[in-house]
């Protein structure tokens, strides 16, 4: 949503934002199967493209590391999602190809909290639903995976 200068922020153009912030602590353990986070989902309409922003706080350690991704109702593509790691974990896959299946990337962690931001386009199809954050665990273990609270999953729909 682009507002140009002298133009009017309305409340129809709010209307096309969509946005969800994480309140309290998530963690994982013993599962390396992504599963939707318990807050990060966001619900938008059919037929609709919108640009995506993730802003995850995480911390694991180098094992099990942190395996991310997205997910959404059927029809619903992907565009080239754009990872960055923070000073304390390092990326296991820096873009993801477009496609309509669950697309994941994994990042190392260190022990320590570190930020994580993915970008990219979302385009929907003929089905509204949910658009999802999914996390795990990269290798099922006993130490816990943590996505902080103040975490935050945005999108925008283009005019």
Request: glycine share 10%.
């Amino acid at each position: 949503m682009a507002v140009q200068s002298g133009q009017r922020l309305t409340p129809a153009r709010l209307n096309r934002i969509y946005l969800a912030r994480k309140t309290v602590d998530e963690s994982v353990v013993n599962n390396a199967t992504v599963q939707d986070d318990d807050q990060l989902q966001v619900s938008v309409p059919a037929n609709s493209a919108f640009r995506l922003r993730l802003f995850a706080v995480h911390t694991t350690p180098a094992t099990p590391n942190l395996r991310i991704g997205f997910a959404g109702p059927a029809g619903v593509s992907f565009g080239r999602l754009k990872f960055e790691a923070g000073p304390n974990a390092s990326l296991q896959v820096g873009v993801l190809a477009a496609g309509s299946a669950p697309s994941t990337g994994g990042v190392t962690g260190t022990g320590a909290d570190s930020p994580l931001e993915v970008i990219g386009v979302v385009t929907t199809g003929a089905t509204a639903g949910l658009i999802r954050f999914q996390w795990s665990q990269s290798v099922a273990n006993a130490a816990a995976a943590v996505v902080r609270a103040g975490s935050f999953l945005e999108l925008v729909q283009f005019d």
